[in-house]
């Protein structure tokens, strides 16, 4: 041992730490925590294992895997960690945890719009049960409180942004604004984002696919998501985009900011025909 340093036994550091001594192992098994051995073979741990215990507790709400964790704990006790390496990580984190909103916000609109059917198909908007029905179908629909012309000052785009991503330039902003407003449905199977844009007279002919095949093109394009695979098709909804690759959340939640009707915010839908 160190002499000068100030040690606790496990059952000290979890009490003080608020864990319990099961956990303290865990993280010795992960390489989390290092303690040293008593002239008997117990376990002690440093006073400083405190703020390591702080650290690692803060970054898992922030949601960051202990193999994350502990690619910052190394460089951070040896006072080597550097803010790249910080933003490197809590970026990754960002995108993932935009990732895991989509898929939230997608059910809740499918939820949704299952209610709406419901409605439709029992006819029971005049009955009591129909007035809950009625009130609840009007809570889910509502679409979370996007501001669509603040969306590219999102921390999201200014990280696309900084990637070199092309759905952050001016050329990708004409485009989407020049196609908010559509409805458009989307949900998610397996690895891929499916979206259907909704349209009466879905052709090639049409000015609505033609931007939709410049935007799929621009994509195509970007160095920044190489990954990133878009299938543009008709359907009998009208024009469907199927989004593969790791990076498809970041075209997805572009495509999801164009199911507005005004400038200010996302209104509930509550008439989508199937």
């Given at each position: ?112 719009y299952f209610l709406e059917d419901l409605r439709r198909e029992h006819h029971c908007s005049e ?44 050329q990708a902003k004409e485009l989407m604004a020049a196609l908010r407003g559509q409805h458009v ?38 160095n920044a998501h190489p990954a990133l695979q878009v299938r543009l098709s008709l359907c009998d ?38």
């Open positions: 041992m160190t002499s000068g340093n100030t040690y606790l036994t496990i059952g000290q550091l979890a009490r003080q730490a608020g864990l319990a001594t099961s956990t303290l192992r865990y993280y010795e098994t992960q390489g989390l925590l290092t303690p040293e051995r008593s002239e008997s073979g117990y376990r002690l741990y440093p006073q400083t294992n405190l703020m390591v215990l702080n650290l690692i507790s803060r970054a898992q709400q922030l949601g960051f895997t202990l193999a994350e964790i502990k690619q910052l704990l190394g460089p951070w006790q040896a006072g080597q960690l550097t803010d790249t390496t910080i933003l490197e990580l809590a970026e990754a984190r960002y995108v993932a945890l935009e990732q895991q909103f989509i898929d939230i916000l997608l059910k809740k609109r499918e939820l949704g009955t009591a049960g129909g007035q809950h029905l009625d009130q609840l179908v009007a809570s889910v629909c509502q679409h979370p409180h996007i501001h669509p012309e603040s969306l590219s000052e999102s921390l999201l785009m200014r990280l696309m942004a900084q990637a070199g991503c092309t759905l952050s330039g001016q449905h989307m949900w998610r199977q397996d690895d891929s984002y499916h979206v259907v844009i909704v349209s009466d007279s879905a052709e090639v002919n049409d000015p609505l696919y033609s931007k939709l095949v410049r935007l799929v093109t621009l994509e195509a394009s970007c909804e009208g024009y469907k985009l199927r989004l593969e690759g790791k990076d498809a959340v970041v075209l997805a939640r572009c495509l999801l900011s164009l199911d507005v009707t005004n400038s200010d915010m996302l209104t509930p839908v509550n008439t989508f025909e199937h």
